[in-house]
Structures are given as C-alpha cells and as structure tokens.
C-alpha cells in the first residue's frame, strides 16, 4: 500500500479524535526522519477537507518534528489551499 492510502486511514482516526473533543490532538513525530509530500497531503492536509484552517491550527499541534518534516507539511498545507482557492 502506498503513502495516500495510510495517509487516508490515518487521517480517518484524526478526524474522528477532532470530532469528538475539544482536547488538542497532538502529532509527536519523535523517531520519524521523514515523510513523503502525498502522505502529508492524504494525513495532514485535507484536513481542510472537514475543518477550517483555523480549527486544524487550534486543534492540532506537532512535536518533535525535524526541520525537514516541518518543512514537508508546512508545503502541502500551502498546495492545499491554494488548490482550495481555485
């Protein structure tokens, strides 16, 4: 299976943890080296999918990610809304 597919089970669990709280969801990416620009998009971003930006900003938090990792997510959240904007 590939990046999309897991991005999109876990985005799943995500999405279900928001709904029901209103407990920030925290992303601890201790360990992790590195992650690929679609999972980040399937996971992360189309979050946008099912809250507002502002809700995905005050409802989640990540620690412990390296700079390139901040970096990858960073840049599918800016692909994403700009290809919401059109």
């Known amino acids: 299976m590939g990046a999309r597919f897991h991005g999109a089970e876990i985005r799943g ?16 990416l201790e360990g992790v080296q590195s992650v690929s620009n679609s999972f980040a998009d399937e996971c992360f971003a189309k979050l946008m999918l099912f809250f507002s930006m502002d809700e995905v900003k005050h409802k989640t938090t990540f620690v412990n990610a390296n700079s390139f990792i901040r970096s990858v997510i960073a840049d599918a959240f800016k692909a994403r809304l700009a290809q919401m904007a059109v």
């Open 13 to 28: 669990e995500i999405v279900a943890a928001l709904k029901q709280g209103d407990e920030k969801v925290i992303f601890d």
